[in-house]
């Protein structure tokens, strides 16, 4: 049996991230937290998101798991590309990964197992 897991974040890319806060601010009211000079978290979109510095791509989007191990485990058995094997960030631990169809997307857990 497979877990379920649910979109939680969505990661905007901008290789201006100032004017792209600007814009989102301005646009949809969203508010921000500075986590350094290439990172923002975005505040009252709906969903959880950030912006972060980086050369224009689509976002991506992250899904959260319980069990971040047994995600992997299932995302790579279902055939996915793993992109980046787990890491640690401020908050948990995640992995990110490629899809048969070339869709980049990633799976998060908060804390440590």
């Known amino acids: 049996m497979t877990d379920k897991l649910s979109v939680d974040y969505v990661e905007f890319y901008a290789p201006d991230m100032e004017r792209?806060?600007?814009?989102?601010?301005?646009?949809?009211g969203w508010?921000?937290?500075d986590y350094g000079p290439?990172?923002?978290?975005?505040?009252g979109a709906?969903?959880?998101?950030?912006?972060?510095r980086t050369p224009q791509a689509a976002p991506l989007i992250v899904?959260?798991?319980g069990d971040l191990d047994s995600a992997?485990?299932?995302?790579?058995?279902?055939?996915a590309?793993?992109?980046?094997?787990?890491?640690?960030?401020?908050?948990?631990?995640r992995f990110e990964?490629?899809?048969?169809?070339?869709?980049l997307m990633a799976v998060w857990c908060a804390g440590e197992q």
């Open 20 to 28: 792209e806060q600007a814009f989102f601010g301005a646009a949809f």
């Open 31 to 33: 508010e921000f937290v």
């Open 38 to 43: 290439d990172y923002r978290d975005i505040k």
């Open 46 to 52: 709906g969903i959880g998101g950030g912006i972060e």
């Open 63 to 65: 899904l959260k798991a």
């Open 72 to 79: 992997l485990a299932q995302v790579r058995a279902a055939g």
């Open 81 to 93: 590309e793993i992109t980046r094997e787990i890491f640690d960030f401020p908050g948990g631990r």
């Open 97 to 103: 990964f490629r899809a048969p169809s070339g869709t």
